[in-house]
């Protein structure tokens, strides 16, 4: 696992100045400590920063092939790599590395920049094709590798952080109004977009070819359209996911350095590190983090999931105040402001695992490829609802406002707006109304552009199927945008088994109810781990890193921050309406309402104002 950056100029003729190929490359040094390199030629710039998995004695970058016409800077793992490069010897290519970066050269050779559609795995890569003088970015199926990108005096400037290309581009940054919009209402910045006006993501699944001074980009993958297997029975899913994780599990093992898991108390942690334990030739080191407060610590779960499994447990206590004293320097590692209080403690956990292994394997990817998130029933249930008659949704949304709670009234708030909208709207964390408040402005044309993508992926009577082709466009992107700047900002690599290729494609035929029921989530995941883990597990509440955030808000050691939300003269005032966000303050502090999730992202907002990229 690595950083890597550069800069193509239009004209190859260009001089690309060492001092800023310094600053990118130092901008990046916490996610290669193993090592550095760079090479500049024909307007050119690559860069690499090295952190050792395999071939740690020969995998050194930039890379070339044979004749050094073409070259590569990479970030990932391509767990077929073997197979690709027997294919590639008995076609006449030679190696000199064992390393999968070599492998993606040659296999460029043969393919061009088609060479993705060959590629299983987590990756973000640069080729510079100097014979056809271009250069190729690409971006894993999923988005578990992170690219950014601006293009700037004719010159595309790209890079593993969004840090790293604010330091090429040498100048000023600032944000939208767009932006933060997007980061109320949803925790995160979708698609292309970024937090920083002019700086872009390469979405995931996506190929940019820069040629002659123009950049076009295309999606070589998406999301599977649903064709559900109609002979495949229940129990016969159940045994073909464990056939699938087993091997997706076995093939994400391969490394030369130390290697743990993830193990939170929850299911899909549970099989990744099951899986893990059994196949591995010495004792699986696994991780948890835990509260002293046992309203929110899940280390008992953990710890029996552990127990089954023959690991090597160790639990990180997590302690508020440290919460605090690192959650501006997390902000600095994130770029953007982050979007889930859990984002802290999986830092926390991260250096704390970093003492013992290099690498570790996590849970992510699972509930968007199978219905995990409680929210995929109230997307159900909308989805059917929208074949009753006007009067019995009006009747059906004033029933389930009135009467069931917190999910009642999303539920009623989802039946009022169109199918699309709600698949969009199902997954924000504050109401639009109160977005609009704190920002000033409408926020309808962001939401429109959201609300255009969930038509694009909906699947015609298939709401399950819908919702979770979104979310694998736009949810899970965050969440592993997360995983990696948490885990890379001390070094330690982690990997995603659910999110294998074969395996989601897989989940693509597994028919929707068996995924989700009328009372259950993730019935085929679920059915999987009663097999071996608690049914504590299995079958109570969804588990993961929650955190305490508004509780902790209201306690005397977090005043500084408090503090700076009411101060009128913030940098971040000129962002929002302060009086809004001062009356917000004012009632969560006086316990008239809880607007933890509210001063969550605010405080973010507020202390990325204040750093320095």
């Keep these: 696992m690595c950083g890597i950056c550069g800069i193509a100029r239009a004209d190859i003729t260009a001089n690309i100045p060492e001092s800023t190929m310094l600053r990118m490359r130092e901008s990046l040094?916490?996610?290669?400590?193993?090592?550095?390199?760079?090479?500049?030629?024909?307007?050119?710039?690559?860069?690499?920063?090295?952190?050792?998995?395999?071939?740690?004695?020969?995998?050194?970058?930039?890379?070339?092939?044979?004749?050094?016409?073409?070259?590569?800077?990479?970030?990932?793992?391509?767990?077929?790599?073997?197979?690709?490069?027997?294919?590639?010897?008995?076609?006449?290519?030679?190696?000199?590395?064992q390393s999968d970066t070599e492998v993606i050269v040659h296999l460029y050779e043969e393919l061009g920049a088609d060479v993705v559609t060959k590629l299983n795995g987590m990756f973000a890569f640069a080729i510079h094709?100097?014979?056809?003088?271009?250069?190729?970015?690409?971006?894993?199926?999923?988005?578990?590798?992170?690219?950014?990108?601006?293009i700037d005096n004719d010159a595309l400037i790209f890079g593993s952080e969004i840090k790293s290309v604010v330091a090429g581009l040498g100048r000023s940054w600032r944000t939208t109004t767009a932006a933060v919009q997007e980061y109320l209402l949803f925790r995160s910045i979708g698609q292309d977009r970024s937090f920083f006006d002019g700086v872009h993501r390469l979405p995931p699944a996506s190929v940019a070819v820069w040629e002659r001074g123009s950049l076009s980009i295309r999606e070589y993958w998406s999301p599977p359209t649903p064709q559900p297997d109609g002979a495949l029975t229940f129990e016969q899913a159940v045994d073909q996911l464990e056939e699938h994780l087993e091997t997706a599990v076995r093939s994400q093992l391969m490394s030369e350095v130390p290697l743990g898991t993830y193990c939170s108390g929850g299911v899909d942690s549970g099989l990744t590190s099951l899986y893990s334990a059994r196949q591995m030739t010495?004792?699986?080191?696994?991780?948890?983090?835990?509260?002293?407060?046992?309203?929110?610590?899940?280390?008992?779960?953990?710890?029996?999931?552990?127990?089954?499994?023959?690991?090597?447990?160790?639990?990180?206590?997590?302690?508020?105040?440290e919460f605090l004293r690192v959650l501006p320097k997390l902000i600095w590692h994130h770029d953007e402001p982050l979007g889930h209080p859990n984002s802290v403690l999986i830092a926390l956990l991260s250096e704390f695992a970093r003492k013992h292994v290099t690498v570790v394997l996590t849970g992510e990817g699972s509930d968007e490829l199978f219905g995990g998130y409680p929210r995929h029933h109230i997307a159900r249930i909308t989805g059917l609802a929208k074949r009753w008659p006007d009067v019995l949704q009006r009747l059906g949304a004033s029933a389930f406002a009135r009467f069931g709670g917190r999910k009642g009234r999303l539920l009623a708030n989802s039946m009022e707006l169109s199918l699309h909208e709600a698949v969009v709207m199902n997954s924000a964390l504050l109401h639009p109304e109160s977005v609009e408040r704190i920002?000033?402005?409408?926020?309808?044309?962001?939401?429109?552009?959201?609300?255009?993508?969930?038509?694009?992926?909906?699947?015609?009577?298939?709401?399950?199927?819908s919702i979770s082709r979104?979310?694998?466009?736009?949810?899970?992107?965050?969440?592993?945008?997360?995983?990696?700047?948490?885990?890379?900002?001390?070094?330690?690599e982690g990997r995603v088994p659910f999110l294998d290729v074969p395996l989601a494609e897989w989940a693509s035929r597994v028919p929707s109810p068996y995924k989700l029921g009328a009372f259950e989530n993730k019935r085929v995941v679920k059915q999987l781990a009663d097999r071996y883990l608690s049914e504590?597990?299995?079958?109570?509440?969804?588990?993961?890193?929650?955190?305490?955030?508004?509780?902790?808000?209201?306690?005397?050691?977090?005043?500084?921050?408090?503090?700076?939300?009411?101060?009128?003269?913030?940098?971040?005032?000129?962002?929002?309406?302060?009086?809004?966000?001062?009356?917000?303050?004012?009632?969560?502090?006086?316990?008239?309402?809880?607007?933890?999730?509210?001063?969550?992202?605010?405080?973010?907002?507020?202390?990325?104002?204040e750093t320095t990229f």
């Design 439 to 465: 920002t000033g402005t409408s926020a309808r044309s962001m939401i429109d552009v959201r609300v255009a993508e969930a038509e694009r992926l909906s699947v015609t009577g298939d709401t399950m199927s």
């Design 282 to 321: 010495s004792q699986l080191q696994t991780f948890s983090v835990g509260f002293s407060d046992t309203e929110w610590d899940e280390t008992p779960l953990a710890m029996d999931t552990a127990r089954r499994i023959g690991s090597n447990h160790r639990v990180l206590t997590a302690d508020p105040a």
């Design 29 to 97: 040094a916490h996610r290669g400590p193993d090592g550095s390199g760079q090479r500049v030629s024909h307007g050119v710039g690559l860069v690499h920063t090295r952190l050792s998995i395999i071939d740690v004695s020969t995998g050194q970058q930039p890379l070339s092939n044979e004749d050094g016409s073409v070259w590569i800077t990479f970030n990932g793992e391509i767990y077929n790599y073997a197979e690709l490069r027997r294919d590639l010897v008995a076609r006449g290519h030679q190696f000199r590395t």
């Design 536 to 609: 504590k597990i299995t079958r109570g509440p969804k588990s993961g890193f929650g955190v305490p955030f508004g509780t902790w808000l209201r306690s005397p050691q977090w005043k500084p921050l408090v503090d700076r939300l009411l101060d009128d003269k913030h940098p971040a005032s000129s962002l929002i309406d302060h009086r809004e966000v001062s009356a917000i303050v004012n009632r969560h502090m006086k316990g008239e309402r809880d607007h933890g999730d509210e001063l969550w992202l605010l405080s973010n907002l507020y202390l990325w104002s």
């Design 470 to 492: 979104y979310d694998q466009r736009f949810y899970l992107p965050a969440l592993l945008d997360r995983m990696d700047r948490m885990t890379m900002a001390h070094s330690l």
């Design 129 to 150: 094709d100097e014979n056809k003088q271009r250069v190729v970015l690409a971006r894993d199926h999923f988005g578990i590798k992170p690219l950014f990108y601006s």
